[in-house]
């Protein structure tokens, strides 16, 4: 089985930290480095967690990368109330865990992007899991990387389910609708995991109980880290009776997409004021032979669940 070259491009909150985790412990996966994002915390803070992360896991080898602190539209990023309290205010459940050894590379999270896609092409998958503004900064600066990365998972949007900060808008696309937007009608082989799939892939504390049971600081403090999460879910979403998987579902996608059903569909999103941050079929280009978007729409929850616990465990259960 060939071995994928991933580039996770993180807004490193709770569900982001599931997401690199899932990544190191899969296997046939090179994890060649993290871009920082902003979002549930702001950019420096995702890269200190995501070293943190890393260094907890072991994964000390894996560089970290300063991707851009404010969307394509704005000078400055404020992190959302509702964020900080889903994710706690250091985007990790309030969770303390020991200073990184390491600090973030000197190179930008955009360049290291560019040269991935030139070095890699083909082989090269991206997951983004915040918003689009690194990826559409690297198309602006490189266009020729569209036609060069063979894929970008995307955790973000919602076709089929109403949005989760407004009535049609989803949080990473939110963010920056604008990169979204470049992102989305660029030539880019894209899969968006969004809404319509992560909402029915849940955890609960069954799950970080067993985590717990395995006597490692691994598993503590990821169980830890997700309580907090499934407590807030409690609060915010009671009908669900877990935490969703957002991002780990888009990097177990990006590595197996037969866990999803897809509709293949040209896609924009709004950027009018009545619809900011929509995800919606384009009217332009739906006579287009071939679509570029692969949107999921039902998910193998059982399979997904199942491969999540198991390659988790085993990673935790080593640290």
């Given at each position: ?232 879910y409690k609060i915010t979403s009671p009908h669900l009776h877990g935490c969703a998987l957002h991002d780990p579902l888009a990097v177990g996608v990006a590595l197996d997409p037969s866990l999803v059903t897809t509709l293949d569909l040209n896609m ?50 080593k640290n």
């Amino acid at each position: 089985m060939a071995t994928h070259k991933v580039i996770l491009d993180l807004d490193t909150g709770i569900d982001d930290a599931m997401a690199i985790a899932y990544a190191v412990a899969a296997p046939n996966v090179d994890l060649i480095g993290i871009v920082s994002s902003y979002g549930n915390v702001l950019t420096p803070l995702s890269a200190q967690n995501s070293l943190k992360i890393l260094e907890l896991l072991g994964q000390t080898d894996v560089p970290v990368f300063l991707g851009e602190s404010h969307s394509s539209t704005t000078d400055h990023f404020d992190v959302m109330p509702i964020s900080a309290q889903i994710h706690g205010k250091n985007g990790i459940g309030e969770v303390s865990l020991p200073v990184a050894k390491r600090q973030p590379e000197t190179k930008s999270g955009v360049d290291f992007l560019i040269e991935s896609a030139h070095t890699y092409k083909q082989d090269l998958i991206v997951v983004p899991t915040g918003p689009l503004t690194n990826l559409a900064q690297a198309l602006k600066r490189s266009p020729e990387i569209q036609d060069e990365i063979g894929n970008v998972t995307l955790m973000g949007g919602a076709l089929t389910v109403p949005g989760n900060v407004s009535p049609v808008a989803e949080a990473n696309i939110n963010q920056d609708p604008q990169a979204a937007d470049e992102v989305f009608e660029s030539r880019l082989n894209l899969t968006m995991v969004g809404l319509d799939v992560t909402l029915r892939t849940l955890l609960t504390k069954n799950e970080t109980t067993q985590w717990r049971q395995l006597g490692t600081a691994a598993g503590e403090k990821f169980a830890d880290i997700v309580d907090y999460y499934i407590d807030v879910y409690k609060i915010t979403s009671p009908h669900l009776h877990g935490c969703a998987l957002h991002d780990p579902l888009a990097v177990g996608v990006a590595l197996d997409p037969s866990l999803v059903t897809t509709l293949d569909l040209n896609m924009f999103v709004d950027t009018t004021r009545e619809m900011w941050g929509r995800t919606i079929g384009d009217p332009a280009r739906l006579t287009d032979p071939h679509p570029n978007v692969s949107v999921a729409l039902t998910v193998d929850q059982k399979t997904y669940l199942n491969r999540f616990m198991t390659y988790l465990s085993n990673l935790f259960a080593k640290n």
